[in-house]
């Protein structure tokens, strides 16, 4: 029986896992951003709850966080590579750019692969990230079709993206620079808190709470395409959180 709870955490693992693979084939197969979208927010809730089973189990292990590392490297690297691809692919046969580039968005996974490795090994984020989050990178990318899929069709694919939504969103001009930022936000060295809550008192959560807020409304306004806009306020407000602190210890 100890084995059987001690094995949960594992299948949540492997749920995001799943997760991940069911996104890249939706996204090769049919082109399926919005499907790619639900099952990315699938993987991060599994993610989630990996974590918080092993810790409420009692039940945490090495093959545990190895495990929970593949898994996001798939859910969470593969997938959003995937998503400026299919996008980039697209937009170069249309004559918006040159398709060869879309290869640039497996950077991504590269980096993706980078930031968790080095995750494992970095003993500083236990209470705050350093770098990007590959959840928070996954997020920002698989919504970004968002913005001109919802409401304009059922399937969520090309054929519910206006053409002039995707073919300005996939342009190299945009998508490049956005992987190319995003990519080196992963690996840097830069503290981004974290939205674990020790406590639920004001005075230690302050910047927690105003970001929940914020994301509140973003989500009202933004419906699906949310995550865009709550992933670029969490690195504005990470950013300047950063330069505050190295201010006040140079001061």
């Known amino acids: 029986m100890k084995t059987v709870i001690a094995f949960i955490p594992n299948v949540l693992t492997l749920c995001n896992l799943l997760s991940g693979c069911a996104a890249v084939s939706a996204l090769f197969l049919r082109a399926d951003f919005q499907a790619a979208f639900w099952l990315v927010i699938a993987a991060a809730v599994f993610d989630f709850f990996d974590g918080f089973a092993a ?24 997938v959003p590579a995937t998503v400026v691809f299919m996008l980039s ?24 692969a980078l930031r ?23 997020l920002f990318f698989v919504s970004l079709p968002m913005l001109f899929v919802q409401g304009n069709g059922a399937e969520g694919g090309w054929a519910s993206m206006p053409s002039e939504g995707w073919s300005l969103l996939a342009h190299p001009a945009v998508l490049l620079p956005l992987t190319a930022v995003f990519s ?12 674990k809550f020790k406590t639920f008192g004001w ?28 992933i670029l306020a969490y690195i504005v407000i990470s950013t300047g959180r950063a330069v505050i602190c190295r201010k006040c210890v140079k001061g």
């Open 89 to 112: 692919m697209a937009a170069g046969e249309a004559g918006y750019g040159v398709s060869w580039l879309a290869y640039g968005g497996f950077l991504i996974a590269a980096f993706s």
């Open 116 to 138: 968790l490795a080095k995750f494992n090994i970095d003993e500083r984020q236990t209470e705050e990230f350093r770098g990007l989050p590959t959840p928070a990178c996954a």
């Open 203 to 230: 005075e230690k959560n302050k910047l927690r709470y105003v970001f929940l807020f914020l994301s509140v409304i973003f989500i009202v306004w933004l419906g699906l395409a949310a995550p865009v806009m709550i």
């Open 55 to 78: 810790r409420m189990l009692h039940v945490s292990s090495p093959i545990g966080k190895e495990l929970d590392s593949l898994a996001d490297m798939v859910s969470f690297g593969v």
């Open 184 to 195: 080196a936000l992963l690996v840097c060295d830069m503290p981004m808190f974290s939205l």
